[in-house]
């Protein structure tokens, strides 16, 4: 039994965790119907598209399929395994957005607040609201904009604290006016972890761990440090071009992503995060339904609403992509069928939202 069905036991009973099938292994024969199939299709897309990681898929909380593909790292042949930890990057901000709205809910913070509320040192923009923050529409230019892997990363190629990630490079004169475009920035994102920061009085991570992690038993879920040694973190490759091979990382502080993209995970404790976020046991259902009410470019709190049409229906469908070089991550969350798909890489070889969507498609057929 893998570890997200001794944690379903308890909450629902033993006979859905009867239904869960051992990390790694085929699906058992108690499981839906159509798990067989789901399996078969992840296997059949993996293969023809190079794909090198880890896939969970859950309805109902009950596991569909797990698998792992590849390697963890290339150099000595480990293969990854459904154990394996991998750097998660932006989906990270899907729990700094469910932190802030857990704030908000005891009254530390206001969405509508003035950034300056809460960091009056702050020399962007004195417009920006948190909320503008939360649905990247605060008009602050991407960090990241132009930048070419060839000629390295140089923000990400020496360590910043948060307090000088957010001085350095989230406080430039505005793109665009406040509220009036969607710009995805990661300078949103440093701005909110360190609006955490003050607001708590703790380190980001503390806070991350306290609030969400720890609660919710999720023992392979951190923030990356670059002096630290993870055990069974995968080591990410990439690729420049499409005729190019594939490469080690870039060498980078990971810290540095911080709010916006610095954790790390596996499979099992992403799917119970999502469990837990979308039953309504991090935030309040007035909070969730905040997070999940689309803004331009559909985009919400943390997250997109798209729509996933299967069996002549539609079904919003909370999506959640992170990628920084070859560490690749979706989170796909189908609400009203409860279905759950993670996907998790260490190359960019594979089109991870087209992996995610037709696993859900067919999970919904």
Do not use: C
Request: glycine share 10%; aromatic share 10%; net charge negative.
């Amino acid at each position: 039994m893998n570890r997200y069905a001794r944690r379903l036991q308890s909450w629902t009973g033993a006979f859905a965790a009867a239904a869960i099938i051992a990390a790694g292994t085929p699906a058992a024969a108690q499981a839906p119907a159509s798990s067989a199939a789901v399996a078969e299709m992840v296997r059949t897309y993996a293969a023809d598209h190079d794909f090198n990681g880890t896939v969970l898929v859950a309805r109902d909380g009950e596991v569909l399929t797990f698998e792992s593909f590849g390697l963890a790292e290339r150099a000595f042949g480990v293969p990854a395994a459904n154990d394996t930890r991998y750097w998660i990057a932006s989906v990270t901000k899907l729990f700094t957005s469910a932190l802030i709205m857990q704030m908000v809910e005891r009254g530390e913070i206001g969405l509508q607040a003035p950034v300056r509320t809460y960091l009056p040192d702050f020399a962007g923009d004195p417009s920006i609201t948190v909320h503008s923050l939360l649905n990247h529409t605060s008009g602050l230019p991407n960090p990241d904009a132009g930048a070419d892997p060839t000629k390295g990363v140089p923000m990400y190629q020496l360590p910043h604290t948060p307090a000088q990630l957010v001085a350095d490079y989230a406080s430039a004169p505005l793109a665009h006016p406040v509220g009036t475009h969607f710009d995805y920035s990661n300078a949103d994102y440093y701005v909110l972890g360190r609006i955490i920061e003050v607001v708590s009085g703790q380190p980001f991570e503390e806070v991350l761990k306290a609030r969400i992690l720890t609660p919710l038993g999720m023992p392979d879920s951190g923030m990356l440090r670059q002096s630290d040694i993870i055990p069974r973190l995968a080591s990410s490759y990439f690729r420049m071009g499409d005729d190019q091979p594939l490469i080690n990382d870039l060498p980078v502080y990971n810290e540095n992503w911080f709010a916006g993209g610095g954790m790390y995970s596996d499979a099992d404790d992403l799917l119970t995060f999502a469990e837990a976020l979308y039953g309504g046991r991090v935030v309040s259902a007035e909070s969730l339904q905040r997070m999940l009410t689309p803004g331009l470019d559909d985009y919400g709190y943390g997250q997109w609403i798209w729509d996933i049409e299967a069996g002549g229906r539609k079904y919003p469908t909370y999506v959640r992509f992170g990628g920084v070089m070859g560490a690749n991550a979706v989170l796909f969350r189908v609400g009203e069928a409860n279905v759950t798909v993670v996907i998790l890489s260490n190359t960019n070889l594979t089109d991870m939202g087209s992996f995610g969507r037709k696993v859900a498609e067919k999970v919904l057929e």
